[in-house]
């Protein structure tokens, strides 16, 4: 069990901090959201924790295949509900991987990446496109 602890710092903005290694971040509301947007922003957290954890667990992987994928992106965007109450409408992810990687390589790690935690967490609550490139 992993645990962080999160502080209300006031104006819209809380510091999170790592437990097991006492990193810190900060979030914002958003603009949009009567927020100043100046840190990340909660639900922009999830859209990268779904961009990241794709990215780690094809990390995992290649370590294990002894494939190089340093380089690899995933670049993702956020779109939220404009009527009703305010969610996350979709998250879409555009995957690069490097150059050079065999088809059934790449096959492997889309299966991967697919298959990440943060993804299959979020499945059937929050619609997400994934684009492998």
Known sequence: MTSMTCRYEGQLRCQAVHAPSGRDLLTDAPLDNQGRGEAFSPTDLVATALAT????IMGITAERHGLAIEGSEARVEKSMT???SRRIEQ??????LPAGLEASQRQLLQRA??????KRSLEG???MVLHWQ
């Open 53 to 56: 954890c794709i990215l780690t």
């Open 82 to 84: 404009s009527t009703g």
């Open 91 to 96: 998250l879409t992810v555009w995957i690069t």
């Open 113 to 118: 990446g697919e298959g990440c935690p943060v």
């Open 125 to 127: 609550a929050v619609p």
